[in-house]
């Protein structure tokens, strides 16, 4: 029997985010992947960390782990180790993700594990009552920056491409099916994978409804999504805002690197009878 989106939804808890919040559209897209994946709900896990996003995993028909603030990557990581055979979505914020939970994007990239990351940004901390986020733009007047914020933010896209994440892509709260279409293509691809949404926080409003409709555009049509170069450039774009698969590529997944790793350890030493030391096995390997 097929799932419908209502199969998805967990019905003894409703959202509690503001109303026109963009995390709703998020919700919505995630669910619509899941029905185009007809992933059995028994057999994903969603991990969330701390702010609006973290309450994500408390709304869907799945396995949840709400984890602490920025570690939501290292749990995932340890969940799809463990359990190879379950499908593993991480949803951040973008404090959450590239403010303390910063650093272990480029170790997720480096092991490519084979997760599904969507960085929900709204370029502020909404649930702690607006303060200036990683990618509070300059000048910006937040809660913590009352004449104007005196930091830059960050290159969200560049930073991501050049950690060498195997699939990076971009959409916002605005365009449901084109993000349930990414997120789809994103949970399909084998090893690390990457969306960076764009969703307004309408409450503490940085990134606004009617910026997003003035600066989006889909990438163009004949960008080749496995030139990490010309995904560069595009990155870069501040204005349009670009939309779409900037780099996808394949590259071997962390369980394939730990089942080889194994069966190199058994091999050696069922043909020594002693068991495997670890300077045996890097010198194997180096
Ligand atoms: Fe959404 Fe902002 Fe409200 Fe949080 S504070 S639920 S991000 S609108």
């Not at 019905?11 to 899941?34: D, F, H, M, T």
């Not at 951040?92 to 594990?113: E, M, Y």
């Not at 509070?136 to 290159?155: A, F, R, V």
């Amino acid at each position: 029997m097929s799932t419908a989106l209502h199969d998805y939804r967990r019905k003894q808890i409703r959202p509690v985010w503001c109303s026109g919040c963009g995390n709703y559209g998020v919700l919505r897209g995630v669910e619509k992947a899941l029905v185009k994946l007809q992933v059995p709900a028994e057999q994903t896990v969603v991990v969330s960390g701390i702010g609006c996003s973290g309450r994500f995993s408390h709304y869907l028909n799945t396995y949840a782990l709400h984890g602490t603030h920025g570690r939501a990557l290292p749990i995932a990581t340890g969940v799809k180790t463990a359990r190879p055979d379950l499908t593993v979505l991480v949803v951040g914020g973008d404090g959450d993700s590239l403010g303390i939970g910063g650093g272990h994007l480029p170790h997720a990239a480096r092991k490519n594990v084979d997760l599904t990351f969507l960085i929900l940004d709204n370029n502020t901390y909404g649930l702690t009552k607006g303060q200036s986020s990683p990618t509070t733009p300059w000048g910006c007047i937040t809660k913590t920056s009352p004449y104007g914020s005196p930091e830059d933010s960050l290159e969200v896209l560049p930073i991501l491409l050049a950690y060498g994440i195997s699939y990076v892509a971009r959409t916002s709260s605005l365009q449901i099916e084109e993000m349930a279409g990414i997120i789809t293509e994103a949970m399909r691809h084998p090893g690390f994978a990457v969306v960076h949404i764009l969703s307004p926080c309408v409450t503490y409003p940085v990134l606004t409804w009617k910026a997003l409709r003035k600066r989006l555009a889909p990438l163009p049509a004949n960008h080749p999504p496995a030139d990490r170069a010309a995904a560069l450039q595009l990155a870069y774009s501040a204005d349009p805002i670009y939309t779409g698969v900037f780099y996808s590529a394949e590259k071997p997944i962390l369980e394939a690197r730990l089942r080889r790793l194994n069966n190199s350890a058994l091999k050696r030493y069922s043909s020594s009878g002693k068991e495997p030391t670890i300077p045996s096995l890097m010198e194997r390997f180096l």
